[in-house]
């Protein structure tokens, strides 16, 4: 992930009709959300808007929007494992714990630190919410799902930054979300 935006394109499709909806994953930015983009793509050349929407993106996709970007022949670079990522901010947030729990061993009066709520894994076939259109639904409910995790990344690293002892793991700055991106199987986007 690089220091700027790192946006994601989660793809579904509903009866053959492509949804993507934007989510950007980098550095939080003070009142500026990380849902940026949705779109229904029942007009006109489907085919280049998702491709426009989708190339040099890291992608989530469900089994149907696999479907539609094989259907209209967009490749897919790189894939977002929500699993790997959410097992990567756990061991992350264990590890700073675990350097509290140290810590605490030899400086008394130390603030346990207190850690967000991380969401259940996702599942993107199941994932919904409701919007203004109801084929956005499970789209929708994936971007959520990542603004959630996102949300209780910040918080982790906001509990790591108040904590000198912890800054060394890190440093003095807000770290990256921890993804986890796989290279896509050539039968994805075929």
């Not at 699993?83 to 009066?109: C, F, H, N, P």
């Not at 109801?134 to 982790?156: K, P, V, Y």
Request: one cysteine or more; proline letters at 5%.
């Amino acid at each position: 992930m690089n220091a700027g935006s790192f946006v994601v394109a989660i793809v579904d499709g509903i009866d053959g009709v492509p949804v993507v909806w934007w989510v950007d994953l980098g550095p939080r930015t003070a009142g500026m959300s990380r849902l940026c983009g949705a779109w229904v793509l029942d007009g006109d050349d489907v085919p280049k808007a998702l491709f426009a929407l989708t190339a040099t993106r890291t992608i989530v996709s469900t089994a149907d929007g696999q479907s539609v970007l094989g259907e209209h022949q967009v490749p897919i670079e790189r894939v977002l494992d929500s699993e790997a990522t959410l097992a990567a901010i756990v061991a992350v947030r264990d590890e700073l714990q675990a350097v509290y729990a140290e810590a605490a061993t030899t400086k008394k009066g130390l603030t346990a630190p207190r850690w967000p709520n991380l969401p259940e894994t996702l599942s993107v076939e199941t994932a919904a919410a409701p919007g203004g259109d109801s084929r956005t639904s499970r789209a929708l409910g994936i971007a959520r799902w990542l603004n959630e995790l996102c949300r209780a990344w910040d918080a982790i690293e906001d509990e790591r930054l108040k904590r000198s002892y912890m800054r060394a793991l890190g440093g003095t700055a807000d770290r990256a979300l921890p993804t986890v991106i796989l290279a896509a199987q050539p039968s994805v986007a075929a």
